[in-house]
């Protein structure tokens, strides 16, 4: 893990693609098989990733924040681990804008000692706590961050896997994100009580750095009426750096318009850092 980048980053996800497994077919017609026919991000079939986007984003501005918690398992089938790897692991963002609150935790969960790195902002100081092994570390830093600043990071990072706005060469905007997929209507699901429009691809077209050739993948992604993505699963499978790997990354949004609390540790980090 990049100490440095995560201290600094101040929350900047997981970027990646959108999927499951491709499921029923639809016949086309309103009803179970396709849910909130009329919603505006349904692009026929599939899905207009754009209008999505935006409707996800602004309900969660509209909720007062969100939290992003990511899932990475990896595996690979050598003795030595292939290079570049991402590590299996475990991801959570979560933001409060009324109170201008963040609060970041990345630990590495297939390794024999822990591995933990947290991050809290408030009131214009970052601070952070390590834990590796018996260790632990503090740092603390100020951050001069206004509202909008605040508020925009936020609606950077709440598109991870639904869309990475880009620019080409040629100066037009590209979209990376569930465009990479061809998610197609899979009927209707359900996730944390509330219904949810479902679709799933088989057929993943962009390029990876693990593993670095996609020779299968898959993906899931369950919306919500309003256009909240509350979940979003894929996998990819390939070689690697000599090796067969094999990479499964899950994506929920929850947690809608919930505060952030200051973390138990955040007086030790003051204590452990006062100059």
């Known amino acids: 893990m990049d100490r440095r980048r995560f201290f600094t980053g101040v929350g900047t996800g997981v970027a990646v693609g959108i999927g499951g497994c491709l499921g029923g077919g639809d016949d086309g017609d309103d009803g179970p098989d396709r849910p909130f026919p009329d919603a505006e991000w349904r692009g026929e079939d599939g899905l207009n990733v754009a209008t999505l ?12 924040g969100a939290t992003l918690f990511s899932t990475a398992e990896t595996t690979h089938d050598g003795d030595a681990e292939p290079s570049p790897w991402l590590p299996s692991q475990e ?3 979560a933001y409060d804008l009324e109170n201008g609150r963040q609060y970041v935790r990345q630990e590495l969960t297939e390794t024999e000692e822990t591995d933990v790195s947290e991050l809290y902002v408030a009131d ?53 994100g569930l465009n990479l997929w061809n998610p197609t209507s899979d009927g209707e699901g359900e996730v944390r ?29 369950h919306v919500y009426e309003s256009g909240v993505v509350p979940r979003l699963e894929q996998s990819w499978a ?25 973390p138990e540790w955040a007086a030790a980090a003051r204590e452990d850092t006062n100059a």
């Not at 996800?56 to 007062?64: K, T």
């Not at 206004?146 to 609606?155: I, K, L, P, T, V």
């Open 53 to 64: 986007s935006e409707r996800h984003v602004e309900a969660i501005v509209d909720a007062g």
């Open 91 to 93: 991801y959570e963002s």
């Open 124 to 176: 214009g100081e970052a601070l952070v706590r390590q834990r590796v092994g018996d260790e632990t570390q503090y740092g603390r830093q100020s951050v001069d961050r206004s509202a909008d600043d605040f508020e925009s990071a936020m609606r950077s990072e709440v598109v991870t896997g639904i869309r990475v706005e880009g620019e080409t060469a040629g100066g037009e905007t590209e979209y990376e």
């Open 193 to 221: 009580g509330e219904p949810t429009a479902r679709f799933a691809a088989d057929s993943f077209e962009g390029d990876r750095n693990v593993p670095e050739t996609v020779e299968t993948a898959s993906a899931t992604v």
């Open 238 to 262: 390939g070689a690697h750096d000599g090796q067969e790997a094999t990479v499964d990354v899950d994506i929920d949004y929850r947690d809608l318009g919930a505060t952030v609390s200051e």
